[in-house]
């Protein structure tokens, strides 16, 4: 049986104001680790109702980023073993993470499809990592399918975000890190409208290419983006 999908620290008032507070607190935490980040794009987030958003995923670090641009209106998607994590596992469920079974396909797809009516319902967005784990190579996993199809079968936009490489400045098997600057761009919305099931492989191939394209060109590596597709 798939796991209960509610959105309710999300959309309570009090949860709100819980998540006003972490993002508050974890906004601090780049003065203390030397980090700056320049954001673009925030504008494309202005779109009505719901929405799903998808970003590369390169560490914990990311969390930080994640700060600087989430919406108040959005939940994210997160794999199951971070509920088990103690306080961060509370304060996350409390931020309203959805918690998917990575290990089976038939669950995280029964959750992802109860997310999908309820997404707009509840007016919310949704953030998933679509590479699905961290990855700190410079350049981008092939993308699971997911975070599309629910956004098909919701029938609400895409909005894909894209943090520049962390590769000049962290080192992810060490965990060590210098002090770094890390662009971030919101791209214009790709619409779902009349989508069907049939369409996930192409919404998915032009999201990866459009963010893979944005990924080498914030990192200062455009020419690459055009060598391979
Ligand atoms: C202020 C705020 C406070 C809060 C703090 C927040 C911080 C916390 C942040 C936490 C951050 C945490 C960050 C993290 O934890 S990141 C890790 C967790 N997130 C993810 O894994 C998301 C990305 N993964 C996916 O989208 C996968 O596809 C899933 C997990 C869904 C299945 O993966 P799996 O590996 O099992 O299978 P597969 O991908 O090979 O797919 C198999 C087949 O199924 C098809 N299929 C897939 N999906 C659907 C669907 N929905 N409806 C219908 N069909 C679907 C698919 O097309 C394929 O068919 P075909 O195409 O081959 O024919
Ligand atoms: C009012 C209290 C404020 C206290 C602030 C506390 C700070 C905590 C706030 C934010 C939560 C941070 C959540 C950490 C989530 C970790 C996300 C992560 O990086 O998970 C890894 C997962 O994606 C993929 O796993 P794998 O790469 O496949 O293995």
Redesign the pocket.
């Known amino acids: 049986m798939a796991d209960p999908v509610t959105f309710l620290p999300c959309c309570s008032l009090t949860a709100l104001f819980f998540?006003?507070i972490?993002?508050t607190v974890?906004k601090t935490f780049k003065y203390f680790f030397g980090l700056r980040f320049e954001v673009k794009g925030l504008e494309n987030f202005k779109v009505e109702g719901p929405a799903i958003i998808v970003s590369n995923?390169q560490s914990i670090l990311?969390?930080m980023g994640?700060?600087e641009v989430?919406p108040d209106d959005c939940v994210?998607?997160?794999?199951k073993e971070?509920m088990y994590t103690g306080s961060v596992g509370l304060?996350?469920y409390l931020?309203?993470?959805i918690f998917?079974n990575?290990k089976?396909?038939t669950s995280?797809?029964m959750v992802?499809?109860e997310v999908?009516k309820t997404m707009t319902t509840e007016n919310v967005k949704v953030w998933?990592?679509?590479?699905?784990?961290?990855n700190c190579t410079g350049d981008l996993l092939p993308f699971?399918?997911?975070?599309f199809?629910?956004a098909v079968?919701a029938q609400v936009p895409v909005i894909p975000v894209v943090y520049s490489s962390f590769t000049t400045f962290y080192n992810p098997k060490k965990n060590l890190f210098t002090s770094g600057k890390i662009k971030v761009e919101v791209l214009p919305p790709i619409e779902t409208k009349g989508l069907t099931?049939d369409d996930?492989?192409d919404l998915t191939d032009r999201c990866f290419r459009t963010m893979r394209e944005t990924l080498f060109r914030l990192s200062g590596r455009p020419s690459e983006a055009k060598d391979s597709s």
């Open positions: 998540c006003r972490i993002k974890v995923h990311d969390m994640l700060m989430l994210q998607v997160g794999k971070l304060i996350i931020g309203g993470v998917i990575r089976s396909t995280a797809k992802m499809a999908a998933v990592y679509p590479e699905g784990t961290r699971k399918k997911g975070a199809h629910l079968q099931s996930v492989s």
